[in-house]
């Protein structure tokens, strides 16, 4: 298959970035989406010239580290990161755009690759049980509802790539910091800290200039890990219980 | 060099770690905080050692090559993590699972290690559950259990089919605790280039900054490497893109052992290699295994679709010649399994480079529904990736490279031959012995992490006070000047191929070489050809830009180099390896149907090898492995 490809191009975080236009021929049709972009790159360095540079790894859609927008969809199109995105769902002699995530807080590196280290300050603000090794009591002394487990395992799997905040018109990061607040709200362990931590990862948030949530819902329907906007009511709830409650 | 010491303590093995623990020297808590401490990696091993040895005063500089902490490849382990609670009342314990890994890993593993190991697999569970991590549950409320690959007590603990991911988010959470706390200085985009030894112990590292090409030195009283293993070496493998074995092969040219480094675990249940495009392979979790029936058509090059070959034309292979274990039969034997059916010509798919997993009868006893809840996630992952629907139509898959057993040298208190340099993880060599069980592999990281290295470790810095180097040393000059010279001898080749052309031909050559079935030809040829290769790689590869910046290209290639050499002392180990046991399998050595004949006369000890120079060839240092509480028998599963 062949593409054509706009690529943004941006030497470094201060240049002025620009659209590069690159032909993609040659592409089998089982190809991923990143395997298309590692065969343009190879044929790049081969040729010299400098390849693009985007983040991957696992490959696997669960490590969170791409962060790349494929024709004006945050990860792509389809559920799943960008690197479950599959050739085949393109028609040959398409013409695909891909860019970094659009985001203030997450500023552009190189090319695709942004920088994300306002999440894990987030999770630094209070997204964790305080306690410690060795101390844990015996694991079958706490009974959780099968439902309740569900529920935090389903907010428990946000993989952290920023979809969520690159989708968001107002760039906000309420759908990750809902899930972890949600999942750890749900746990009994997670109960001491519950109203510390809904409020300093919301101060973390706002501190780090992502914006709020105005109801898009375009998180919700770009997300990889398939995480409900429904995170982002609890968070609300979090919010509000811990600053009418001592 | 003198014999290895593993410092293995006396007296009966029930009462080794405990008494270990009461007679190993202590760090008071005011002097903990005077101790700096490098941790190099970020997957479970390393976060679980940072996050426990801060909360314990000491300070840890933690290093990583992502952007974040949390996409360390852990992140991706599927099926779940084995402790020997026995809720289930199924007959499980300490010794159970003792007995079951060391039996798994084909009795190549230390019984000291592998006993504390089950020990302290219980801890591990009450520590993950305190830190939120949502395991699987029963309608009651308590925690879930199944059976994984092997083993015939449900001792497995659960979170979905993303285990890895949630153990890893909760050593994470509680390493960002310690962030937060400042007793953890986290550096992220950070690549360790080389080792620095001062005096012949482990003091510090040279790190490259991947956004900036900065090159700096870090010093601290001990290193602490949580890298992972290096199945990468082979290209094609179930490791995330970015891993690598550059920090453990820099510590073995530094001195550090490198033990049994052709121990390589083949997965059974990946998804069939598509093309010379693909850039890895993925894993589909074994516990997929629990309730799928693997098959292959009784008859050669049988091109009809699944469906339309009837019951009596199929050859469940695994039931065939297994029967206790049938499909849950271990890694290496199911591997070395479907690849004799592909050889014998009755592989499916394109190719025929795979087999059945059949979900069929599974679906007709609980439903579709259950089969849904089980392995819903892996199902729409398959069918992502191959466009094909695994509820309608059984799967195909085919075995990969997926974890390798062999590591740097660790005694029982995992510090390497190097003093000072300890190894976690999957990155030492310590506990799997020639075949890693499922389910043990996310065990035994966060075994290392948080419970044995915060008591191993005192032991050894009780004798470092006020040792910690300055960086101006000669040492660190040293070190630092041969990482910039060879990030530079690799941009000056300005050849014409991506370093990606030298990898792949460098995973063919293992793959067929020095894969599932090595013999000592295959073996001499790799011998031959790795050279060579390895030569054209630094003649021809090309990198295109500078080191003065973020550069992919820069940061692959000299992962590349590094597995060219790490690949050739697999093919070497594997060679003086005479005999078959777990994943090394000789042809040579193999019993009149095909089973793996190991010689415990002539093999039961660890092979080490340690680094003689670009010239010369690394010599062989043996750690007899003495079995005195188990006898070594033959494995049994039919």
Same mark, same amino acid.
């Given at each position: 298959m062949n593409f054509h490809l706009r690529i943004w191009r941006q030497a470094d975080p201060e240049a002025s970035g620009f659209f590069q236009e690159i032909e993609a021929c040659d592409i089998p049709a089982e190809a991923s989406f990143l395997e298309m972009l590692d065969i343009v790159n190879n044929r790049l360095i081969e040729e010299k010239k400098i390849p693009v540079a985007f983040d991957s790894d696992c490959r696997e859609g669960i490590c969170g580290t791409c962060s790349m927008v494929i024709n004006g969809v945050p990860q792509g199109p389809g559920r799943g990161a960008a690197c479950q995105v599959y050739m085949r769902s393109f028609k040959n002699g398409d013409s695909i755009t891909i860019e970094p995530f659009r985001v203030k807080a997450f500023p552009i590196i190189k090319d695709l690759i942004v920088k994300r280290a306002a999440y894990d300050r987030i999770i630094q603000a209070g997204g964790f049980i305080t306690e410690h090794t060795g101390? @844990?009591?015996? @694991? @079958?002394?706490t009974l959780i509802s099968k439902k309740i487990a569900d529920q935090a395992m389903d907010a428990a799997a946000c993989i952290g790539c920023g979809a969520c905040a690159a989708a968001c018109p107002n760039s906000s990061a309420m759908l990750f910091v809902g899930a972890k607040v949600t999942h750890l709200s749900l746990m009994p362990q997670g109960q001491p800290e519950r109203r510390e931590r809904a409020l300093a990862m919301v101060d973390a948030m706002d501190e780090e200039g992502f914006g709020n949530c105005s109801n898009y819902y375009a998180c919700e329907a770009v997300c990889p890990a398939s995480i409900s906007a429904s995170v982002i009511a609890t968070l609300n709830r979090e919010y509000v219980r811990a600053t009418v409650i001592p | 060099m003198t014999a290895l010491d593993a410092k293995i303590p006396p007296g009966p093995l029930e009462e080794k770690w405990r008494r270990f623990k009461e007679n190993v020297p202590l760090i008071g808590p005011a002097n903990k905080r005077k101790f700096n401490i490098i941790v190099v990696g970020s997957g479970l091993a390393g976060a679980s050692t940072a996050a426990t040895l801060a909360e314990q005063g000491y300070h840890v500089d933690c290093f990583c090559f992502h952007d974040s902490p949390r996409r360390a490849h852990s992140i991706a382990a599927q099926g779940g993590i084995n402790a020997s609670k026995n809720y289930q009342n199924d007959g499980d314990s300490i010794w159970r699972l003792f007995y079951d890994t060391i039996k798994g890993g084909d009795f190549r593993s230390r019984e000291a290690n592998v006993y504390r190991l089950a020990e302290v697999s219980q801890s591990i569970i009450d520590q993950c559950v305190s830190q939120g991590v949502p395991f699987a549950r029963e309608y009651g409320g308590q925690l879930a259990n199944r059976s994984f690959g092997g083993a015939q007590v449900s001792r497995t603990f659960y979170a979905r089919g993303q285990t890895g991911q949630q153990l890893l988010l909760g050593a994470y959470s509680s390493l960002n605790h310690e962030i937060k706390n400042g007793r953890v200085t986290m550096h992220t985009n950070s690549e360790m280039l080389d080792l620095v030894v001062v005096e012949s112990h482990a003091k510090g590292i040279i790190v490259r900054n991947l956004i900036s090409g900065e090159i700096t030195r870090h010093a601290a009283d001990a290193v602490i490497l949580a890298t992972g293993g290096y199945s990468n070496a082979y290209y094609l493998s179930t490791n995330a893109r970015g891993c690598n074995a550059t920090a453990v092969w820099r510590a073995y040219k530094r001195g550090a052992l490198f033990a049994n480094p052709c121990f390589t675990q083949i997965h059974p249940t990946c998804i069939p290699v598509g093309g010379d495009y693909q850039a890895k392979l993925t894993l589909m979790s074994e516990s997929l295994r629990n309730d799928g029936r693997v098959w292959v058509p009784k008859k050669k090059g049988d091109q009809r679709a699944p469906q339309n070959i009837p019951e009596e034309e199929r050859d469940y292979y695994l039931e065939r010649k297994y029967?206790?274990?049938?499909?849950?039969?271990?890694r290496d034997i199911s591997s070395r399994s479907a690849k004799e059916v592909c050889d014998e010509g009755r592989g499916v798919g394109p190719g025929g480079l795979g087999v059945y997993l059949d979900f069929q009868d599974a679906i007709e006893r609980l439903g579709k529904e259950t089969i849904q809840e089980r392995y819903g996630n892996l199902f729409e992952m398959y069918e992502n990736i191959t466009g094909e629907n695994a509820y309608t139509r059984p799967m195909r898959i085919f075995p990969a490279l997926h974890y390798t057993m062999g590591g740097l040298w660790v005694d029982y208190h995992l510090m390497s031959n190097l003093p000072g340099l300890f190894v976690l993880g999957e990155a030492n060599f310590s506990d799997h012995g020639a075949n890693r069980l499922g389910a043990s592999a996310l065990m035994q990281g966060l075994a290392d992490g948080y419970f044995v290295i915060p008591y191993t470790l005192g032991a050894y810095l009780s004798s470092q006070f006020g040792k910690k180097p300055k960086t101006t040393l000669l040492e660190f000059e040293e070190a630092e000047k041969r990482v910039r010279a060879r990030l530079n001898s690799l941009l000056e080749?300005?050849?014409?191929?991506?370093?990606t052309h030298f990898h792949r031909e460098l995973g063919i050559l293992l793959w067929e070489k020095c894969g599932m079935e090595r013999s000592a030809r295959s073996l001499q040829e790799a011998l031959h050809e790795i050279p060579k290769l390895r030569k054209r790689f630094w003649n021809e590869v090309s990198i295109p830009g500078s080191g003065a910046s973020l550069n992919k290209a820069l940061e692959a290639a000299g992962r590349v180099a590094d597995f060219l050499e790490l690949g050739e002392l697999m093919c070497r180990d594997a060679l003086m390896r005479e005999e078959s046991c777990g994943g090394h399998f000789r042809s040579e050595y193999q019993s009149a149907d095909g089973e793996a004949v190991r010689n415990d006369e002539l093999f039961s000890f660890v092979q080490s090898w340690q680094y003689q120079g670009e010239e010369s060839e690394p010599t062989l240092i043996q750690e007899p492995l003495n079995y005195e509480f188990v006898h070594p028998s033959t494995r049994n599963y039919k």
């Open positions: 101390g @844990a009591p015996d @694991a @079958a002394t | 029967p206790a274990y049938g499909n849950l039969a271990p080749v300005k050849g014409s191929l991506s370093s």
